[in-house]
């Protein structure tokens, strides 16, 4: 049995609320909660034609919820996208324009993105941009985007010569993280979303952190034998929904802070810095939480290089990332001295200084601009085997 997270054990729909200067948007977690996605546009006044994107892997829920919003009396177009992070590009841009401008998009319609933080980075940008600027109706699918992607309002496209380098500020106005679609999640894609997560509890919450370790601890998770969602399991995907809730909460208290990264966003980017290297260099065949993990790791490590912290973070971090199923180890073929020329362009650079988002101790982060190239050098060549 595991001890419930709130005093009421059975909480199946959990509603936080980003509050910001410029908007105010409810993020809804729960099981089954796409199901009141018409009643919810409505009650937000969104009566336009509903433009759904979807990931190519969730056409059949596209379909359906097309069929649904329909019923609802909203006129609906939907396409799909390619998966994967290649579609985060000015072809897949272009092409959401092309259909939005052909079929007569106006100002009052909203922009459904429908999937991961690929559809949701890609068509919120779209939202952003078409028009200058449509509603945005975030629809995450997979773990990481439930937890970190869909809220917030970061959207944008990659360049070649970086991650994320295009791209706006574009909040959305409702949030539905629907857990159910979890049950169809690939389990690397599953692990991968672990990564933000774990990130969520080092930056801000040591009791999420805590929870994670306890969880794993009661099903025996580790390395050889990793968490899971397994959909037949209801005290599982209960206590994990909660799980989710919770991380989402530290998300949205951040950006509800600090809306355009002016300051405690940064703490965000935590493991950012050389995961977003690591992905790039890789030509993205890692997945963006799995170098995240890398990044974490060595963040880590860098803290514990200039004293910040103990080493047993370090392993308290990995043994936990390890529990969910992320490595720490730098791939062999990662190019050490491309990594340090990269992380220059990292959009944290201030005056010419790469800012690192450091752990002190789990649930606190500082951030530093003084950390000496010959310490990420020693962090990179001593990566974990
Ligand atoms: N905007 C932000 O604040 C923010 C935050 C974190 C990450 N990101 C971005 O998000 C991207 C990574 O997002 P991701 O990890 O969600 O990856 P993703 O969007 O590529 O989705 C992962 C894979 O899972 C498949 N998939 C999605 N939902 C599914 C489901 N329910 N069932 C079966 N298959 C499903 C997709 O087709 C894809 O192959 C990166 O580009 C990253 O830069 C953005
Ligand atoms: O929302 C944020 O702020 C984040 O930094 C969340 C990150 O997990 C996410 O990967 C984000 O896209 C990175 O932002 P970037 O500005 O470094 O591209
Ligand atoms: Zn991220």
């Known amino acids: 049995m595991i001890a419930p997270l709130k005093d ?41 034609t509903l433009w759904l994107v979807a990931d190519e892997h969730l056409a059949a829920v596209a379909e359906q919820t097309t069929t649904m919003l329909q019923a609802a009396g909203y006129r609906v177009h939907t396409i799909t996208v390619p998966s994967g992070e290649t579609s985060k590009s000015f072809t897949e841009l272009h092409r959401l324009y092309d259909w939005m401008i052909e079929n007569g998009i106006e100002r009052r ?5 429908l999937g991961g933080g690929v559809i949701g980075d890609l068509a919120g940008f779209a939202a952003a941009t078409i028009l200058r600027g449509v509603a945005l109706v975030q629809l995450p699918s997979t773990l990481l985007a439930m937890v970190d992607a869909a809220v917030g309002g970061k959207t944008g496209i990659n360049h070649p010569l970086g991650k994320n380098l295009i791209g706006a500020f574009h909040q959305p106005r409702l949030v539905l993280a629907d857990t159910n679609l979890l049950a169809t999640l690939p389990p690397r894609e599953l692990r991968a979303g672990w990564a933000e997560v774990i990130k969520h509890g080092v930056i801000r919450d040591a009791s999420l952190f805590t929870a994670l370790e306890d969880l794993a601890a009661t099903r025996g998770w580790n390395a050889a034998h990793p968490a899971g969602w397994n959909a037949a399991d209801a005290e599982l995907t209960t206590y994990l929904t909660e799980i989710i809730a919770r991380a989402v909460a530290v998300k949205v208290a951040v950006v509800s802070n600090d809306e355009f990264e002016r300051g405690e966003r ?15 260099l890789l030509g993205y065949r890692l997945l963006h939480g799995e170098c995240v993990a890398i990044g974490m790791d060595a963040a880590a490590r860098i803290a514990v290089a200039l004293g910040l912290c103990p080493p047993a973070l370090v392993e308290r971090q990995r043994a936990l990332l390890a529990a969910y199923g992320l490595t720490v180890t730098i791939p062999d073929e990662t190019d050490h001295t491309a990594i ?46």
């Not at 105010?24 to 006044?45: C, F, N, S, W």
């Open 8 to 48: 009421s054990s059975i909480v199946m729909t959990t509603t936080l609320t980003v509050t910001t200067s410029t908007t105010q948007y409810p993020v809804i977690v729960g099981a089954g909660v796409l199901a009141t996605l018409g009643d919810r546009l409505t009650e937000l006044g969104l009566r336009g």
């Open 109 to 113: 319609d909203a922009v459904l993105a």
């Open 266 to 280: 940064i703490t965000l980017n935590y493991g950012h810095t050389i995961g977003h290297a690591i992905e790039q």
């Open 340 to 385: 340090l020329r990269l992380i220059t362009r990292d959009k944290k650079v201030q005056a010419g200084k790469v800012r690192w988002v450091l752990p002190t101790t789990i649930g606190q982060v500082v951030v530093r601009s003084d950390v000496p190239i010959e310490v990420i050098e020693q962090v990179l060549s001593s990566s974990a085997g």
